[in-house]
């Protein structure tokens, strides 16, 4: 199956190998997406030592960085796109990510709730007396 049967077919890089079967273009894909992850992560550990980006704006810095390198990994390594056959791909990435932000707020609820029902420090000293 040539690639210009499927036009319509979305595909992320290094479905080519699948679709065609040519094994130099889903390398060159990998290669790419690594790199790519790499350049993104390089960044993220250079940019709060430079000064290039304003002091208080480096976490929202940093965050965008993160997403953007979890978008390379979606569409280079794991192959998640918008085609039909990919519903259920992207049905366990959003069930998966739901789960993370569950256990995340959930457990910054339950710590959140301790911190401010703890008694203070000097009231349980006077107790102890």
């Known amino acids: 199956m040539s690639g210009h049967e499927h036009d319509d077919y979305d595909s992320a890089p290094g479905d080519e190998l699948r679709m065609e079967g040519d094994v130099a273009s889903g ?3 990998y290669v ?4 790519l992850a790499t350049l ?20 929202i810095a940093l965050v965008v960085f993160a997403i953007a390198q979890m978008g390379v990994h979606l569409v280079f390594f794991l192959h998640i796109t918008t085609s039909p056959d990919n519903t259920n791909n992207v049905l366990a990435l959003a069930f998966g990510v739901l789960i993370v932000f569950l256990v995340i707020g959930g457990s910054i609820w339950i710590m959140s709730h301790l911190a401010h029902n703890t008694m203070p420090m000097d009231e349980m000293m006077r107790m102890q007396r």
């Open 40 to 59: 993104l992560t390089v960044i993220s550990f250079a940019l709060p030592t430079t000064g290039l980006v304003w002091a208080p704006a480096v976490p």
């Open 27 to 29: 390398f060159r894909s």
């Open 32 to 35: 790419l997406g690594l790199g």
